[in-house]
């Protein structure tokens, strides 16, 4: 799969607390949303499209965590 993905980013402000945190947007779109279909047709564990990304987020994140530990 190609490594083009759409992100959009955009910050936040908690109007209580003054914090800002960064939102991220994630068009499933082309490659990817065929890619997502796909992996939601062949494993019932995965009901939507964000359980797909939320997983796959979960697992490289993890990966580039080991990366931190050699």
Do not use: H, P, R, W
């Not at 980013?9 to 209580?16: A, D, G, L, W």
């Not at 499933?28 to 796909?38: A, H, R, S, Y």
């Not at 062949?42 to 939507?48: A, I, L, M």
């Amino acid at each position: 799969m190609k490594k083009t993905i759409s992100i959009m980013t955009e910050e936040f402000e908690n109007e209580q607390t003054g914090e800002k945190v960064e939102g991220v947007t994630i068009m499933v779109d082309g490659m990817l949303k065929e890619f997502v279909n796909i992996v939601k047709s062949k494993d019932s564990k995965y009901q939507t499209t964000v359980d797909v990304i939320q997983d796959a987020l979960m697992k490289g994140l993890e990966d580039i965590k080991k990366d931190f530990s050699k």
